[in-house]
């Protein structure tokens, strides 16, 4: 089923505030034929019933049917796999995707993935990234940063991992918190190498 898609990417939502950035993310990679293989944390789920309008249900085929619903996806498009679901892709070097995004990723997920925790299909999805050098990208979403969640950036950064600060910029002179999120989603479809033409990139306006 996977080669009818172009490719296929991790995605992991975790229990930061920034759901609205996680699920955009899974909009636009299923507008461009992208395979989903996403993963909810318990914690993720309720900061999206708290900051969005979503109603995601409880079990996992039910919400890959939700959200393919939400988003027009294929059928299969989009699999969502459990906490401890084990023989999921995601899990296994020989089966995971050669890309993941954590977004938005709460600071206890950056420390169990820097120090190689792997106590849920999140945390280990991350592990096999590393541990395979493929890409692993993380979208922390806190403020102020401690020393200890500095330390863990620094620390993945290292084993080369790509953090991306759930920083808007506004140079594109936003007007609505719709614009906001894309910014930070067009920074991660671009450093997996998905156009996008929801944010022109730095000096295209003078080109």
Known sequence: MAEQFERRVTVAITGASGAQYGLRLVE???????????????????????????????QTDAQADYLSQCFGAREGQIRVFGREQWMAPVASGSGAPSTMVVCPCSTGTLSAIACGASNNLIERAADVALKERRQLILVPREAPYSEIHLEHMLKLTRMGA??????PGFYQK??????????????????????????PRWGEALL
Request: hydrophobic share 50%; net charge negative.
């Open 162 to 167: 790509v953090i991306i600060p759930a920083s």
């Open 28 to 58: 636009c990679l299923v507008q461009q034929n992208v395979q989903v293989l996403l993963m909810i944390s318990r914690a993720a789920q309720v900061v999206i019933a708290t900051e969005t309008d979503v109603q995601l249900p409880g």
């Open 174 to 199: 936003p007007t609505t918190v719709e614009q906001m999120v894309d910014f930070i989603v067009a920074r991660i479809l671009s450093q997996i190498g998905i156009e996008q033409t929801m944010v």
